[in-house]
């Protein structure tokens, strides 16, 4: 039980160029979550997914796509990325809403995160 | 809206002493919270999470949180620092009912000295 796993761990790219970072969780978790973790703020969620095909925008979704096709996978892409999107990201993953509300918790399992500099 | 403010961006104890990690939170209602601790190059971990029940919660490795709702506070403990411990603590607030939306606090690194 691998629990959730990104890749990258690291990526460098130009001003311009395009990326996808993977996600994957073992734990047939239904929601999905990307954020992004910057020098003294915490960790701002960019968009997340309740379910297999479904996506929400967060709250710093612009400059970010993401698709959720397998319930395990959910995918960030960067269409044309920006100095300001020089951050860590991280991926996590929770239970349904009844399996959360059975159990009064609605913890997100996070990943390790990727580096991305883009220069 | 909910928010949540760490009041210290660093606190420094010695191996054996007391941690106290200060959060306020505002909420429109009755909040979920949570602490996460992130040790260095690693994820997030839940250390412990508030939902209604009891107000003093319990966590893993020892620590422990108090919601105090006249304070709106939800401060972090441990009655004894192990070297271990040091790593950087999050206090989140869930901003919706189903906790999809989590609101994260700037952090606070804790250093813990030999």
């Known amino acids: 039980n691998a629990g959730v796993t990104q890749t990258p761990k690291f990526r460098v790219l130009k001003t311009g160029q395009s990326m996808t970072l993977l996600c994957a969780q073992d734990?047939?978790?239904?929601?999905m979550y990307w954020y992004r973790q910057d020098p003294g703020m915490g960790l701002r969620l960019i968009h997340y997914?309740?379910?297999?095909?479904?996506?929400a925008k967060g709250e710093v979704p612009d400059g970010y796509n993401v698709s959720r096709l397998k319930k395990q996978n959910f995918l960030l892409g960067l269409e044309s990325a920006a100095p300001s999107q020089t951050s860590v990201y991280f991926c996590?993953?929770?239970?349904?809403?009844?399996?959360?509300?059975?159990?009064?918790?609605?913890?997100?399992?996070f990943g390790p995160g990727t580096r991305l500099t883009v220069t | 809206a909910q928010s949540v403010t760490q009041l210290d961006s660093h606190v420094s104890v010695s191996e054996g002493t007391p941690v106290l990690l200060r959060c306020n939170y505002s909420?429109?209602?009755?909040?979920?919270l949570f602490w996460y601790v992130q040790h260095p190059n690693k994820g997030l971990q839940l250390l412990l999470k508030?939902?209604?029940?009891?107000?003093l919660v319990k966590g893993i490795n020892g620590f422990e949180a108090e919601f105090k709702k006249s304070e709106t506070s939800f401060h972090l403990t441990k009655p004894s620092a192990h070297m271990s411990d040091a790593a950087e603590y999050f206090c989140?607030?869930?901003?919706?009912?189903?906790?999809?939306?989590?609101?994260f606090g700037g952090g606070t690194r804790l250093m813990v000295k030999p």
């Open positions: 508030y939902t209604s029940a009891a107000t």
């Open positions: 996590a993953s929770s239970p349904d809403r009844g399996r959360r509300l059975a159990q009064s918790s609605y913890e997100q399992y």
């Open positions: 909420s429109s209602y009755s909040p979920s």
């Open positions: 734990m047939n978790h239904e929601y």
């Open positions: 989140v607030v869930s901003r919706d009912n189903a906790g999809n939306m989590l609101t």
């Open positions: 997914s309740v379910g297999e095909g479904t996506t």
